[in-house]
């Protein structure tokens, strides 16, 4: 993966960062085996760090594989918080709910097999956190749909807005107003994700180059 901050800098922001427990020591050393994409744990906590600012009673995950980034949230939750994980992919939804049993966590989640969006509709809000990371190219279609389900002062984290199956290069100069929009249906749902979230009305829209780079929209 191309690098947006040097190679150092890197290691150090990784080095500092908050360490794998034993359960995401071992999500992690399975992400590795399947060369799944995990979002890393510098990524993780900055979502657990959210969570924990909310004291999160409710989350939503658009895409979970199989729980690593929806463990990272519950370390932040309150201790009665409840996340819904959702994933197509039934022997990685499993593996989920076997990571997260073994750590104590599966009766604070709701594992939904099946379409995040359709599964989406049928919760009520309000969320205090949403995570979407499954296809950038619905990534605006599930905020355009979370939005009004979501708390005042909640928040949506969107992962891979710089890498991750696209790389960000290929659309800064459209972003700066300096040419056409890539030929490539991740980056140009990202692209259309992040147009969706800065002009909605009564959200605000920060990108943090961590991991694969997430945009963080909070409701006003
Ligand atoms: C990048 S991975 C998620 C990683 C996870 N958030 C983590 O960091 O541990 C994306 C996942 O989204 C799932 N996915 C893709 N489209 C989906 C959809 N429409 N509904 C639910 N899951 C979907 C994929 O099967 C894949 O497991």
Known sequence: MPRYIDESAERYVRAVGPDHD??????????DEHDFPII???AGGV???YAAARRA???????????????????GMADDGEIVLTELDAEELEKGEEFLADAG??????????????????????????LIDHQKSRYADAFELIREKLAPGGVVIADNVLYGGHDYHDSLA????????????????????????????GFQTSVI????????????
């Open 22 to 31: 034993e359960t995401h020591a071992a999500m992690a050393a399975f992400a």
């Open 40 to 42: 890393g744990p510098v």
């Open 47 to 49: 979502l657990r760090s």
């Open 57 to 75: 009673e409710r989350v939503f995950e658009f895409g979970s594989g199989f729980g690593y980034s929806a463990y990272w949230l519950l370390q």
């Open 105 to 130: 966590e599966a009766d604070r989640a709701t594992f939904e097999r099946g379409d995040a969006l359709e599964i989406a509709q049928e919760y009520d809000g309000p969320f205090d956190v949403v």
């Open 174 to 201: 459209y972003v700066e107003g300096d040419g056409e929009l890539p030929d490539d249906e991740n980056a140009r749902g990202i692209v259309r994700y992040l147009e969706t979230v800065r002009s909605a009305d």
């Open 209 to 220: 180059p961590v991991g694969s780079g997430l945009a963080v929209t909070v409701r006003a």
